[in-house]
T-cell receptor
């Protein structure tokens, strides 16, 4: 079955630390990859997405992600986190031909200490 | 920036009652979706809707669930007879193409 794994349930960092959140997906041919962020009490917001081309994708708020096809991974990175990055981060995958439906990972809660 | 609007933000209902969750997608979007997130769990796909009919649904979307686009602007999710396990945050989303969503802020449904 198609699935998305986010291995870190809760990450705690100090401000200015570097961030990397892991995301792996099960094989399923062509994929489109997304990272969403959910700030406390708010809706899901798109951080970045990968459809094709350069596997290093830059998103909003200084986030980037790298698609490594051989590892079925799409890890999210940020060189220096801020307190305002405290949120839950969701990796999501659309498997080609699935009518655009997204399969989400369980999410990683990020807490940034000021 | 255009938004997907969901109402109400929080609904409490008694077990066995019918609920209707409402969504106003972005006006020029063509694809509409419902997802849900049970507390502490991942976001799960329920149903997608295109051209006035369901295009895909998950195993969660059983006969208790239905969707409608009654007037060309609203997109509703109805749960006919709610169960305790239906308690969750329900997200509506819309997109212009088959990928690239805008999500609403969600409706928190509490079944008591």
């Amino acid at each position: 079955a198609q699935s998305v794994s986010q291995h870190n349930h809760h990450v705690i960092l100090s401000e200015a630390a570097s961030l990397e959140l892991g995301c792996n997906y099960s094989y399923g041919g062509t994929v489109n990859l997304f990272w969403y962020v959910q700030y406390p009490g708010q809706h899901l917001q798109l951080l970045l997405k990968y459809f094709s081309g350069d596997p290093l994708v830059k998103g909003i708020k200084g986030f980037e992600a790298e698609f490594i096809k051989s590892k079925f991974s799409f890890n999210l990175r940020k060189p220096s986190v801020q307190w305002s990055d405290t949120a839950e981060y969701f990796c999501a995958v659309n498997y080609g031909g699935s009518q655009g439906n997204l399969i989400f990972g369980k999410g990683t809660k990020l807490s940034v200490k000021p | 920036e255009p938004e997907v609007t969901q109402t109400p933000s929080h609904q409490v209902t008694q077990m066995g009652q019918e609920v209707i969750l409402r969504c106003v997608p972005i006006s020029n979007h063509l694809y509409f979706y419902w997802y849900r997130q049970i507390l502490g769990q991942k976001v799960e796909f329920l149903v997608s809707f295109y051209n006035n009919e369901i295009s895909e649904k998950s195993e969660i979307f059983d006969d208790q669930f239905s969707v409608e686009r009654p007037d060309g602007s609203n997109f509703t999710l109805k749960i006919r007879s709610t169960k305790l396990e239906d308690s969750a945050m329900y997200f509506c989303a819309s997109s212009r193409g088959t990928v690239g969503y805008t999500f609403g802020s969600g409706t928190r449904l509490t079944v008591v």
